[in-house]
Structure formats: structure tokens, C-alpha cells
């Protein structure tokens, strides 16, 4: 791997780990629904232009309507279920929670497209949930002001991609990245903009929560894409899908030196299962198929 690729990986996890810290930066004075609208909002309007010059406005018509499936699940679904959780969860947990979900797109390929799944990827599917019952054991309180809720937004989110990475297959195979890039960001941004109004903050939002929603779309959103797309062309898609595991580590790592947040025992065993489990999923699954699970426009995240 070339000096340049191997920066790029890097970045590119330091990046994805980011968003989980802009969110929870930005989530408590935006609330869910404006926070995720504003990300997918802001990232459509860097795209779309730059797809309009490219010529994309033709394949983005014909493309539609599974472009607005592909915006429900790969972005406005699990934008909001973030949204929601990062209220009360720290950013290394939902950067570890987000690592499952090649997981889940083994799963509904297996369910929907019938695909086949080698032992391996089975045995990676039960050591991962393993992992998510020890990452999640202590924080499923469901009394009032628990935290319940949102770890099972938490989880949900990347149940989300594994249906929208098998969605894409199934519906969007042969449609450029930045077509299907721009298409679920802009489809995103129309379904989300009713509820953002009416769930838009009362009280004015801080420079600090407006510094990070911009940086989670633009950085996180937008940029962060260009980067995974390089890299597949760089290095292939097997290699660049080893970002799922480097990913928690940076989201662990700014939530506890940014936000001062506590590494515990919990979080360290269930990241070591899950990053195990996908491992093995990894090994046992076409892996150009897996690739997409980690980005919005052909799969997502973060992750």
C-alpha cells in the first residue's frame, strides 16, 4: 500500500470517527430531526451542483425512486436514529455500534437476495452479537430518563445500511457513486425537511453546535465519501472496507480526549467481539459486496 493510500485510510477513520463526536456535540441543542436534516441537507447542497456540472441530472431522474428508498435507509433512517441516540450515548459507543453493520448487511443479503453465507460469516454473525450484548448489557435501562431508547437506536441505525446496501444492490447496480451519492443525500433532505420545521430548536444554537453540524456534514458527510471512493479505486475494495475497524478506535479515542468521555470495561470487551465478528464476516463475504455497507450513497457508518 502506497504511503498516500495508507494516509488516506487513516484520515478517512479519523474522519468517519469524527461524526460521532460532532453529533453529540451538536445533538443536545438541535435535537434529532434538525440535526439530521442539516447534515443531509448540507451535504446535498455540496453535491448537487458539482453533480449537475458532471452531467448527472439524467441518471438522477431516471434513478428516482430507488434513490428515495436508498435516501430512507442509507441516510435519513439511521441519520436520525444517530441523531437520536447521541443525545445520551458517548461517541465511542456509537462508533462501536456502527461497526456492525457489515453484519446486518450479510444478514438481509442472506434474507432477501438469498446470498450465500459461508460458515465463517455465520460464525462471525453469532460472535458479533455476542459483542452487542456486552457492549449494551449495562445501558439497557427502560425506566424514565434510561437510556434504553437509545441504545436500541443505536443498534437499529445499522440494521438500517445492511437493508439499504442490499436495496442499492438490487435496485441501483450499475449507477455511478456520485449519482447514487448525491440522489440519497437529496431524497434524505426532502423526507426529513416536514419534521425538521416542526421539531426546529426554540432557543438559539450556539457557534459551537453550528461549528460541528457543519463539519459532520461537510467533513463526515461529504468529503469522507471522496476519500472511501479514491480509496476502492486505489487499493480495492478489500482493502478500504478495513476502515469498519479502525473507525471505533478514532471514535473512542476523540470522544475520551475531547469530551473527557469514560472508557469502561463494557465498551472495550463488546468493541474487541464486534471488530472480531465483522472480521470473520469480512472473510466469508464477497467483500465487494460488504464495501457499500459503508457509505450512504451505495450502501454508508459513521459510521
Known amino acids: 500500500m502506497r504511503s498516500r493510500d495508507l494516509t488516506d485510510l487513516l484520515l478517512l477513520a479519523a474522519v468517519w470517527g469524527g461524526s460521532f463526536l460532532f453529533?453529540?456535540?451538536?445533538?443536545?441543542?438541535?435535537?434529532?430531526?434538525?440535526?439530521?436534516?442539516?447534515?443531509?441537507?448540507?451535504?446535498?447542497?455540496?453535491?448537487?451542483p458539482f453533480a449537475l456540472w458532471q452531467g448527472r441530472l439524467g441518471p438522477l431522474l431516471r434513478n428516482a425512486l430507488p434513490l428515495f428508498g436508498v435516501g430512507a435507509f442509507n441516510a435519513a433512517l439511521p441519520f436520525a436514529l444517530y441523531a437520536y441516540a447521541a443525545g445520551s450515548l458517548g461517541a465511542g459507543f456509537l462508533s462501536i455500534a456502527n461497526a456492525v453493520a457489515p453484519m446486518w448487511g450479510g444478514v438481509i443479503g442472506w434474507l432477501w437476495l438469498k446470498d450465500r453465507l459461508p460458515w465463517t460469516s455465520a460464525l462471525?454473525?453469532?460472535v458479533g452479537f455476542l459483542g452487542i450484548v456486552a457492549l449494551v448489557w449495562d445501558k439497557l435501562d427502560f425506566t424514565s430518563g434510561g437510556s434504553g431508547p437509545a441504545v436500541l437506536a443505536a443498534i437499529v441505525a445499522p440494521l438500517c445500511y445492511g437493508i439499504g446496501a442490499n436495496f442499492?444492490?438490487?435496485?441501483l447496480t450499475g449507477v455511478d457513486a456520485l449519482t447514487s451519492a448525491t440522489g440519497t443525500m437529496t431524497m434524505a433532505a426532502i423526507m426529513?425537511?416536514?419534521?425538521?420545521?416542526?421539531?426546529?430548536?426554540?432557543?438559539p444554537v450556539s457557534i459551537r453546535a453550528w461549528t460541528a453540524i457543519i463539519l459532520l456534514a461537510v467533513l463526515c458527510t461529504t468529503?469522507?465519501?471522496?476519500?472511501?471512493?479514491?480509496?476502492i479505486a486505489n487499493i480495492g475494495p478489500t482493502r478500504?472496507?478495513?476502515?469498519t475497524f479502525l473507525v471505533p478506535v478514532f471514535g473512542m479515542f476523540w470522544g475520551a480526549f475531547l469530551l473527557g468521555e469514560v472508557i469502561t470495561r463494557p465498551i472495550i470487551v463488546g468493541a474487541c467481539v464486534i471488530l472480531v465478528g465483522t472480521a470473520l464476516v469480512i472473510a466469508g463475504k464477497p467483500i465487494a459486496k460488504l464495501a457499500n455497507g459503508l457509505r450512504p450513497s451505495r450502501r454508508a457508518p459513521p459510521r
Open 240 to 243: 478500504a472496507v478495513t476502515v
Open 168 to 171: 442499492t444492490k438490487r435496485y
Open 223 to 231: 468529503i469522507a465519501y471522496i476519500i472511501f471512493f479514491r480509496l
Open 124 to 126: 462471525g454473525l453469532a
Open 23 to 48: 453529533m453529540r456535540m451538536a445533538a443536545p441543542e438541535f435535537g434529532t430531526m434538525a440535526l439530521a436534516e442539516l447534515r443531509v441537507g448540507i451535504a446535498a447542497a455540496c453535491l448537487l
Open 192 to 203: 426529513l425537511m416536514p419534521l425538521a420545521i416542526m421539531h426546529w430548536p426554540e432557543q
